[in-house]
Nanobody
Framework: QVQLVESGGGLVQAGASLRLSCAAS????????MGWFRQPPGKEREFVAG????????DYADSVKGRFTITRDNNRNTVSLQMNGMKIEDTADYYC??????????????????WGQGAQVTVSS
């Protein structure tokens, strides 16, 4: 079982930066591909970023490319999302997610078995 806990959410102004972190309580963290998703108010949950098991490969939604960066630290069992140049449309609940053991990362919500409780991010004008 993989337990994920997000931290770092909050209220920021447009143009500012924010960093989300996700701590995983599992010894096999390094062989789980990880992802970040978000759910804007009244909308479906959507893919934001994904990272491979060893961190060599990453992928991003078009809406965040060039502004967001996903990284992981397998020694600390953490995955982070650095968000720069934030926009009002980035307002959402952000979720950390883990793929089943040994599988490559996915951009689809159904590809992830484990989810954190979410971190609220609000971007104001």
């Amino acid at each position: 079982q993989v337990q994920l806990v997000e931290s770092g959410g909050g209220l920021v102004q447009a143009g500012a930066s924010l960093r989300l972190s996700c701590a995983a309580s599992v010894r096999t963290f390094s062989i789980h591909a990880m992802g970040w998703f978000r759910q804007p108010p009244g909308k479906e949950r959507e893919f934001v970023a994904g990272i491979s098991r060893q961190g060599y490969a990453t992928d991003y939604a078009d809406s965040v490319k060039g502004r967001f960066t996903i990284t992981r630290d397998n020694n600390r069992n953490t995955v982070s999302l650095q968000m720069n140049g934030m926009k009002i449309e980035d307002t959402a609940d952000y979720y950390c997610a883990a793929r089943p053991l040994g599988l490559a990362y996915s951009t689809t919500r159904n590809g992830y078995n484990y989810w954190g409780q979410g971190a609220q991010v609000t971007v104001s004008s």
